[in-house]
């Protein structure tokens, strides 16, 4: 079995998958430097980096293999860049459809609520 088919077989957690969220990235970073970073441990779909003042410092970063970006996370955990330790996470869309669940949901029951003449008692 060769390195790169290393682990092929095994079965990865649920939270595992292609797309990666990094935080406590440096704000001065290029995209280059992302790839170079990022494209030691397998091929890069892409990488989209926060440039609004709420998402800087953060990023996706997409791998063509599952395997290639389980790898990433467990090897640039903590990784020092230009003086900050990265956060590498595996991105989990239900957490974020979760939290827009909740808001719709709210507001689906405060207008019920104005409909009825419910107070908050």
Do not use: W
């Amino acid at each position: 079995m060769s390195a790169s088919n290393k682990g092929r077989g095994a079965r990865l957690p649920p939270e595992v998958n292609r797309v990666l969220f990094v935080r406590n990235l440096p704000f001065k970073i290029t995209a280059e430097e992302m790839y170079e970073v990022f494209g030691k441990y397998g091929s890069v779909r892409q990488i989209r980096i926060g440039n609004s003042t709420d998402t800087r410092g953060t990023a996706f970063v997409v791998y063509d293999d599952i395997f290639d970006a389980k790898n990433a996370c467990e090897h640039l955990q903590g990784f020092n860049i230009l003086g900050r330790y990265l956060i590498v996470l595996y991105y989990q869309q239900n957490k974020v459809t979760k939290k827009m669940n909740l808001h719709k949901k709210e507001e689906e029951l405060k207008e019920l609520k104005t409909r009825y003449g419910v107070g908050d008692d």
